[in-house]
């Protein structure tokens, strides 16, 4: 059974880093075709694939994020993070980690977590 929980903060300061990580069980982050991925959903907008690391180490980016996302992984932890510099009050998002053997989705055809609120203040 695989599970995924993102943890981190759920209140950050605007000009500040925000860190995530989630927390697999069930499946190793190595295992091969899986790709692993941040969602995001802020009020009253559409989901926002943000981006994905895949089985092998391989990021992929939302150019529209590009300049202010890293998303790294540990397979010793089990682990996978997301860092997104320079928040704004525009970055106030439910965010998600989730698996899946696509690279780029924002459905629920994989495995999700249930996802945590982070809060950006002015």
């Known amino acids: 059974q695989v599970q995924l929980v993102e943890s981190g903060p759920g209140l950050v300061t605007s000009s500040q880093t925000l860190s995530l990580a989630c927390t697999v069980s069930?499946?190793?982050?190595?295992?091969?075709?899986?790709?692993w991925i941040w969602i995001r959903q802020s009020p009253g907008r559409d989901k926002e694939w943000m981006g994905a690391?895949?089985?092998?180490?391989?990021?992929w980016y939302n150019p529209s994020l590009k300049d202010r996302i890293t998303i790294s992984g540990d397979k010793y932890k089990n682990q996978f993070t997301l860092s997104l510099r320079s928040v704004t009050p525009e970055d106030t998002a439910v965010y998600y980690c989730?698996?899946?053997?696509?690279?780029?989705?924002?459905?629920?055809?994989?495995?999700w977590g249930p996802g945590t609120q982070v809060t950006v203040s002015a």
């Open positions: 069930g499946a190793a982050i190595t295992t091969e075709g899986s790709n």
């Open positions: 690391i895949g089985y092998s180490g391989t990021t």
């Open positions: 989730a698996k899946d053997r696509l690279i780029v989705t924002t459905q629920r055809s994989g495995y």
